[in-house]
């Protein structure tokens, strides 16, 4: 088949090269000039080990299922990553009792190398830490995401597939037996493809309503959650990812680390209307208080203002956490379409196994 991946993230790119290693002819079409310019440059790089999310839903399957894949996948193809572990803290009993149900969730949903641990013990790990007690889970870690789509584009390039870049697909419509895609940018016009798959990110739900046929009542409403990041003036505490206990919408005010050790905290959660990207440097109070709890050592003044993402969530503040879509021809009628819907965290996670699902609705 003649497949169209609309949108060059990490979703996109492993979408698109699991259905050239299938043999499919494969082009990819995105807005901007160049890979993973989306929501995939605006994350963690964290390698989720596959905790939180409810057993059976498509992030618990998927993330723990693309971690093994990630890692194999990073092995093979020299993208730089790091199984350095993460620690869950506790600063009191009832963030205690949280950390022993993520304890007994994760066990459910099959991660390996979980273990409770007292506060001595993290101490031990991580001398600066301040906890009564902490999950620790040995197989999360780290990934160069950049890395890893240079990665996934060289084997789409080696099967032939190609990415269109400076190409925004604006409506499609199924023309049997095919799908005429009208696409934007310098060179606009229209190409017939067999099967399409809408990877937009951010711009999934605006892309499937100029769907023609698409039923609105099937397109989930797009809540935006702006996860900021601050970044830390001075030598790195910690030599693990450390995790306080969940916060509604998010994991919470974590450490994360890149690869050349540097230590940065985030993502909070600020639900937004709009689209925007810059850091609120009055944000930075309470990060303070939040990351003192767990380390209460965080020098004033040391807190500096990075980036910040944009999570698409389908779910708002308060309600219960939707899961990711993966919306085939089942759920809208259409022939060879799958559109994804609300692929935020852990969704660099599972990238790889997403894409396999994903190929196999189209054949
Ligand atoms: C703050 C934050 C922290 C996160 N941390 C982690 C983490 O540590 N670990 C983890 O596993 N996950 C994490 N995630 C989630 C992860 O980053 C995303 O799930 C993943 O990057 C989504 O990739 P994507 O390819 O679906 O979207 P994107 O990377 O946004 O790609 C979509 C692409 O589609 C293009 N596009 C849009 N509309 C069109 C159109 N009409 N035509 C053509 N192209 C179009 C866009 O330009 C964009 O390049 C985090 C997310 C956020 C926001």
Not at 294 to 312: E, H, K, N, Q, T
Not at 321 to 337: S, Y
Not at 338 to 347: A, C, D, K, Q, R
Request: one cysteine or more; charged letters at 20%; a neutral charge.
């Amino acid at each position: 088949m003649q497949i169209l991946v609309i949108g060059a993230g990490v979703v996109g790119l492993a979408v698109a090269r699991a259905a050239a290693l299938a043999g499919h002819d494969v082009t990819v079409a995105e807005t901007t000039g160049g890979i993973g310019n989306g929501v995939s440059s605006r994350n963690s790089e964290v390698i989720h080990g596959g905790i939180y999310y409810p057993t059976g839903s498509l992030r618990a399957r998927h993330c723990a299922r693309g971690r093994r894949l990630l890692y194999a996948f990073c092995a093979a193809h020299g993208v730089a990553h790091r199984k350095c572990g993460k620690l869950i803290v506790a600063a009191n009993s009832p963030e205690f009792a949280k950390v022993e149900t993520l304890l007994a969730q994760g066990r459910e949903n099959g991660v390996e190398g979980l273990e409770l641990i007292g506060g001595n013990a993290a101490r031990a790990l991580e001398p600066e830490l301040s906890c009564i007690g902490a999950l620790s889970s040995s197989e999360s870690g780290i990934v160069d995401s950049h890395g890893l789509m240079l990665a996934l584009w060289g084997d789409l390039a080696d099967r032939g597939g190609m990415i269109a870049f400076a190409t925004p697909v604006e409506r499609m419509s199924f023309v049997a037996p095919q799908w005429r895609v009208h696409f934007g940018g310098n060179e606009a016009g229209s190409a017939d493809v067999d099967a399409v798959v809408n990877c937009a990110g951010l711009g999934a739900q605006a892309l499937a309503r100029r769907i023609e046929g698409y039923p609105l009542a099937a397109v989930p409403p797009l809540v935006l959650a702006k996860g900021n990041y601050f970044g830390f003036a001075g030598r790195p505490a910690f030599s693990r990812l450390i995790y306080p206990t969940p916060v509604d919408g998010g994991l919470g005010v974590h450490v994360t680390l890149d690869l050349a050790g540097r230590m940065r905290f985030g993502p909070d959660v600020e639900w937004i209307e709009e689209e925007s990207y810059t850091v609120d440097p009055r944000r930075a109070d309470a990060f303070y208080a939040r990351i003192r709890t767990y380390w209460p050592a965080l020098p004033a003044g040391s807190l500096v203002p990075d980036y910040c993402g944009i999570r698409p969530k389908l779910s708002g503040p308060g309600e219960k956490q939707a899961d990711f879509v993966i919306a085939g021809p089942a759920a809208h009628g259409l022939p060879r379409l799958v559109n994804l819907f609300g692929i935020e965290s852990p969704g660099l996670t599972s990238a790889l196994s997403l894409a396999e699902e994903v190929v196999g609705y189209l054949s």
